[in-house]
Nanobody
Framework: QVQLVESGGGLVQAGGSLRLFCETSGRMFSSAALAWFRQAPGKEREFVAAISRSGGTTFYADSVKGRFTISRDNAKNMVYLQMNSLKPEDTAVYYC?????????????????WGQGTQVTVSS
């Protein structure tokens, strides 16, 4: 069983930064691929960023490439999303997800465990 708890969301002005945190529990963390997804009101959930088991491979949605950075600390069972140069269109609930494999990519159906989400609101 894996539990994921996100935090760090909030209200920020356009151009600002936020760092999201995802604390995990369970033995599989160090062997799990991790990712961040988001869902804006009235829209489907979409992929944001993914990181491999070791942290050596990352992948980003085109919409956030160059602005967001995903990272992980296997010793602390934590995964992070550093978000810079935020835009109003980044407003969404952000979800942390874990997969029972070393790499899971951008397909949400590859992920087995999900957090409850944290709200990010970017004002113009």
């Amino acid at each position: 069983q894996v539990q994921l708890v996100e935090s760090g969301g909030g209200l920020v002005q356009a151009g600002g930064s936020l760092r999201l945190f995802c604390e995990t529990s369970g033995r599989m963390f160090s062997s799990a691929a991790l990712a961040w997804f988001r869902q804006a009101p009235g829209k489907e959930r979409e992929f944001v960023a993914a990181i491999s088991r070791s942290g050596g491979t990352t992948f980003y949605a085109d919409s956030v490439k160059g602005r967001f950075t995903i990272s992980r600390d296997n010793a602390k069972n934590m995964v992070y999303l550093q978000m810079n140069s935020l835009k109003p269109e980044d407003t969404a609930v952000y979800y942390c997800a874990a997969a029972s494999t070393g790499w899971a990519g951008e397909d949400q159906y590859n992920y087995d465990y999900w957090g409850q989400g944290t709200q990010v609101t970017v004002s113009s």
